[in-house]
């Protein structure tokens, strides 16, 4: 198990960038793939993006490639939500996940076995 605290949420104006932040504590995080989700009030929890245990292989959803990069660094670890030319409709709350496994880029919520609290994005028009 991992446990997962995410930081750099905000409020900010359409066109502007975040960089979200997932800190992880326990033994097997550079071991797990990892990824992030986003959930608007009343709807359900969406993909957003995964990567790699080394970073080698990442998977966006369409809606945020090209503008949103995950990155992560094993030494540290902690993995990243890169977010440039926010719009209103990026605003949710954010979530990161762990998964059990090393080389996945799912983007099905229900494999990711450790989330994070969440933290909120609001982006005004």
């Known amino acids: 198990q991992v446990q997962l605290v995410e930081s750099g949420g905000g409020l900010v104006q359409a066109g502007d960038s975040l960089r979200l932040s997932c800190a992880a504590s326990?033994?097997?995080?550079?071991?797990?793939?990892m990824g992030w989700f986003r959930q608007s009030p009343g709807k359900e929890r969406d993909f957003v993006a995964a990567?790699?245990?080394?970073?080698?292989?990442?998977y966006y959803a369409d809606s945020v490639k090209g503008r949103f990069t995950i990155s992560r660094d094993n030494a540290k670890n902690t993995v990243y939500l890169q977010m440039n030319s926010l719009k209103p409709e990026d605003t949710a709350v954010y979530y990161c996940?762990?998964?059990?496994?090393?080389?996945?880029?799912?983007?099905?919520?229900?494999?990711?076995?450790?989330w994070g609290q969440g933290t909120q994005v609001t982006v005004s028009s």
């Open positions: 996940a762990a998964h059990p496994t090393g080389w996945t880029t799912s983007s099905v919520a229900r494999g990711y076995d450790c």
């Open positions: 326990g033994r097997t995080f550079s071991s797990r793939s």
């Open positions: 990567i790699a245990w080394n970073g080698g292989v990442k």
